[in-house]
């Protein structure tokens, strides 16, 4: 598996700059090297604190030669040695149940030692528990990007601590399925909700639209993903968020129209992402008509539109500069498939792949032949291949 110690980037480890030879070994326990990498010499400003230097040291550990555990004992030796560090990233591209990992205790071990944290990625780290995550919040108070994404064991324990954070300005708290509403008001009521600019809470299907009106104490959201919550929120608290400006809602499949008309007296906002939003007609596209400050909207996936819908908005949203669609759009439409400017908008297309051709072809058929040529051909040259595939399939079975 790929276990990252990926960028911890020091500020002096033991109050003074480490200069290491490249290769290095890092963190040993007896004779067995637990990480090796090169040390990239790299020596810039901290940005939040300019009078420090920092380095900046990323292990490759693609080679077979290294050892992927990261136990306590390591949490501990690092915090010995590193008391100082800023930057904290110990993510996991994914975990591997087969690997020792640190836990609560090697978790407490850092932040105890460690008091001047700014950004901590946590990602994936299956072993921690709400007793490390609170531990990690109270004793960072400086702390101002936090990344728990698929940390499975964070509930609203967690949540009930970072709320009361007064630093922290960007929360990732994507796949936490354990979140509840009862988290969210948490959030929103501790100091957190004068800080917190961007929170991502895609894949936490346990919240619903009660959660979400919590979120409208925080003045400060700027930037809210929502993306894969499943089925308890269709969007009707969503208006309340006046200050919103970057909204992903991908794949809420009880989204509605009526939800729209609402997003649409956001009046700052400036992105929104409805991609696979598939209750979504184009009644609810017109709602964004005459925004004054959307520049980009995201409908792929979606099809339940009209190319009128679509020229409604390009040409009254004056501030909308992109605009990507779906190649499903209900019907033919000018040059489908290239991109094409309509006033300051760039109409953009998203391919469906086989899903899309079989769609086209019934356009085809619907519409007429002469407009769809270039799409039968597509699908005679992809039967041509499926032919071409099990005859190679027969003849290799009989040898």
């Keep these: ?22 290769p290095i070994t890092f963190l040993q326990k007896g004779s067995s090297s637990i990480f090796h990498g090169s040390l990239l010499s790299k020596t810039t400003s901290d940005l939040f604190w300019p009078s420090y230097k920092i380095e900046v040291t990323t292990f490759n550990d693609t080679s077979s030669n290294f050892t992927n555990d990261f136990s306590n004992n390591h949490m501990k030796h690092l915090s010995e040695s590193c008391p100082n560090i800023h930057f904290l990233k110990l993510y996991l591209l994914y975990h591997d149940p ?53 940390c499975a064991n964070v509930t609203d324990e967690t949540l009930k601590a970072i709320g009361k954070a007064s630093c922290l300005v960007k929360l990732d708290l994507t796949g936490c399925f354990l979140i ?37 104490q925080m003045v400060c959201l700027v930037s809210l993903d929502l993306s894969d919550c499943g089925v308890n ?15 992903s809602l ?28 598939k209750a979504i007609t184009g009644k609810g596209l017109r709602a964004f008509a005459h925004h004054r400050r959307l520049e980009k909207l995201e409908f792929s996936s979606c099809h339940n539109y009209y190319w009128g819908d679509v020229m409604s908005v390009a040409l009254t949203t004056t501030s909308l500069r992109r605009l990507h669609l779906d190649m499903r759009i209900k019907r033919t439409v000018p040059e489908a498939g ?58 290799y079975r009989d040898k």
Aim: charge should be neutral; glycine fraction near 8%.
């Design 1 to 22: 598996m790929i276990n990252i110690l990926n960028g911890i980037i020091l500020s002096s480890c033991k109050d003074t700059k480490i200069s290491v030879p490249s």
């Design 250 to 277: 991908c794949r809420l499949i009880k989204l509605t129209d009526d939800a729209l008309f609402g997003i649409a007296k956001c009046l700052k906002l400036t992105e929104l992402n409805l991609t696979g939003c």
């Design 98 to 150: 087969l690997v020792y990992d640190f836990d609560d205790d090697g978790l407490c071990a850092v932040v105890n030692a460690c008091r001047h944290l700014v950004q901590v990625d946590l990602s994936r780290r299956l072993r921690v528990g709400d007793l490390g995550f609170v531990s990690l919040v109270q004793s960072s108070k400086k702390l101002r990007w936090l990344t728990l994404e698929g």
């Design 338 to 395: 290239s991109n094409s400017l309509i006033g300051n908008c760039l109409i953009t297309w998203h391919d469906g792949g086989p899903m899309y051709l079989r769609e086209r072809c019934k356009q085809c058929i619907e519409f007429g032949l002469h407009d769809c040529f270039f799409f039968l051909l597509l699908c005679s040259a992809f039967g041509i291949l499926l032919l071409f595939a099990f005859a190679v399939a027969f003849i």
């Design 180 to 216: 509840t509403d009862l988290g969210l008001k948490y959030l929103a009521n501790g100091d957190l909700k004068t800080r917190l600019k961007t929170l991502l809470l895609g894949k936490c299907d346990s919240i619903t639209d009660d959660g979400i009106m919590n979120l409208k």
């Design 233 to 247: 929120i269709n969007g009707s608290q969503l208006s309340h968020i006046t200050n919103i400006e970057d909204l």
